[in-house]
């Protein structure tokens, strides 16, 4: 019957058919999929094993993809633990924002003077919400959101558009799209031996060359809708596809959490239904007994209320008797949640107490141990993912977009700097670093990128503080050039004496 629905539907429109033809082909694909699960959350059940065999990355990202998206989306939208999880993931890694630093190993003054330049206008542009297409976030923000959805997710796809007005003062615009917008059920080998797999385009070296990406998000296409969903050809140049790569080989990213998501789901289920027994056992309160007999005559009690106040005083017959309910106690179910948590949290790279906010057990050391933990995954997070997949892609972008406004990038090099790290306790902390500095241990500038600053501007916000506390003949407590660490003056140097020291040391 349906060939020939489909013979009769394609003889009066081609373009109706080719599309009955996708979605049946998109059916067939989900069907496929739900018979070779890879991942408890994707799956109908959790007794036992129930591998198919060990099958390629490709293969399990492209059959478990779809619904476990749909999955985590639901679970973050309606699960306290994962939400919690996914914001705190992304918190702890994106901050307030990863912040461009330029700099060049030439020292001339010229060099340095365009590193400024540059550094001011990668400054403008990266905190101006017009170079996000929508409007909504400068990079920062884009950052946030893109790390978000890709743990929540498994993906995110950022489209560069070049634009005619320099609306952010570079003539350079994102778009950030969620990971739907690629065609996945797109796989089919090229005549110019390239192969589209699962939407992304790859040459023969299978390096990726181009991405298959819908005009309009699938969820908002309906089957009947008069227009169509088409996915078009994007150059890989134009388009950043930011997701965790676990595997070799790997095209597709999978949402972070799949190995606890169903543990997440049944505790809050579990804490839910506790609750309804507490509410229930609450709603009886008690049973009256009447006892029947010979001379248990006498004046009635008062009449049995339907529900029971606080204060209430009942007098009741002398052939009754009332015996109260005793609610189901939860001792016990405080450790159980505890210990479920704390594999969620394991499982998501965060410590328990980033995950509910839970400080009773903390001291410093068992802190300070906890944030040194998760800080490597978090730090790993970023150096494997964020800086090389998205940031660095970004700063490409921005080159060709400074050669628009007249000015070379091409010779410089762009560091990103990691949101500031709090301190647990100043007065702990503080003296070892400065004792670690002034032993050589550390210097100075990667003490300043351990706190979410740029040395060179903390170094140019120096220069011109002193400058002006000179011009106005004042000494800070705080100027170690003036007074010791000790509160003691330091004596100021001769004009004289400095004058034959630059002379000396000239002629060095």
Not at 23 to 43: C, F, I, P, Q
Not at 177 to 199: A, C, P, Q, S, Y
Not at 255 to 269: C, D, F, R, T, Y
Not at 413 to 422: A, G, K, N, T, V
Request: hydrophobic share 35%.
């Amino acid at each position: 019957m349906g060939n020939i629905v489909d013979k009769f539907v394609g003889f009066f429109s081609a373009e109706a058919a080719l599309h009955r033809e996708i979605n049946r082909a998109s059916l067939e694909n989900l069907k496929r999929s739900s018979a070779s699960m890879s991942y408890d959350v994707t799956g109908n059940g959790r007794r036992g094993f129930k591998t198919n065999g060990d099958a390629s990355v490709k293969s399990i990202s492209s059959n478990n993809l779809v619904v476990a998206r749909k999955n985590m989306r639901e679970l973050y939208r309606n699960n306290s633990i994962i939400k919690s999880a996914v914001d705190a993931k992304s918190y702890h890694t994106v901050g307030d924002g990863i912040r461009p630093s330029i700099r060049s190993d030439a020292k001339s003054k010229a060099k340095q003077n365009k590193v400024k330049q540059v550094q001011r206008l990668v400054s403008l542009w990266a905190g101006s919400i017009k170079a996000d297409v929508y409007g909504m976030h400068n990079l920062f923000g884009q950052q946030f959101i893109g790390f978000k959805t890709m743990c929540s997710a498994g993906g995110v796809l950022i489209v560069r558009q070049r634009t005619l007005e320099a609306k952010s003062g570079l003539h350079l615009q994102i778009k950030m799209l969620e990971g739907d917008f690629l065609d996945h059920l797109r796989t089919v080998t090229l005549e110019n031996g390239h192969e589209i797999i699962n939407g992304v385009e790859v040459d023969r070296d299978e390096q990726v060359v181009a991405y298959w990406l819908f005009d309009r998000h699938p969820g908002d296409v309906g089957f009947f809708s008069r227009k169509k969903n088409i996915s078009r050809r994007h150059p890989a140049e134009n388009v950043i596809h930011m997701f965790d790569c676990e595997r070799p080989g790997q095209l597709l990213g999978m949402p972070k959490g799949l190995a606890s998501a169903i543990k997440a789901k049944n505790l809050e289920e579990f804490q839910d239904a506790r609750l309804e027994q507490q509410k229930i056992a609450a709603c009886f309160v008690g049973t009256v007994s009447t006892t029947q007999g010979i001379g248990n005559t006498g004046p009635a009690g008062d009449p049995l209320p339907e529900r029971a106040a606080p204060g209430q005083i009942l007098r009741l017959g002398n052939n009754q008797t009332m015996d109260f309910n005793t609610p189901p106690t939860v001792s016990g179910q405080h450790d159980f949640i505890t210990e479920e948590l704390h594999q969620i949290a394991s499982d998501w790279g965060i410590t328990y107490q980033a995950l509910v906010g839970d400080l009773t057990q903390v001291n410093f050391t068992s802190g300070r141990m906890g944030w040194l933990d998760m800080h490597r995954k978090i730090n790993g997070d970023r150096n494997r993912i964020i800086i090389p997949l998205l940031l660095e892609r970004i700063w490409a972008w921005l080159q060709e977009a400074l050669e628009l406004h007249g000015l070379s990038a091409r010779d410089l090099d762009c560091d990103w700097i990691p949101p500031r790290r709090e301190m647990f306790d100043p007065t702990k902390e503080i003296g070892p670093l400065i004792k670690a500095i002034r032993a050589g241990l550390k210097p100075m500038q990667r003490a300043l990128l351990e706190q979410g600053d740029n040395p060179d501007v903390i170094m140019d916000q120096y220069k011109e503080w002193n400058e002006q506390a000179d011009a106005r003949n004042l000494i800070f407590d705080t100027d170690p050039r003036r007074v010791s660490g000790a509160g003691n003056a330091n004596p100021i140097p001769d004009d004289d004496e400095e004058e034959k020291e630059d002379e000396k040391n000239k002629a060095a």
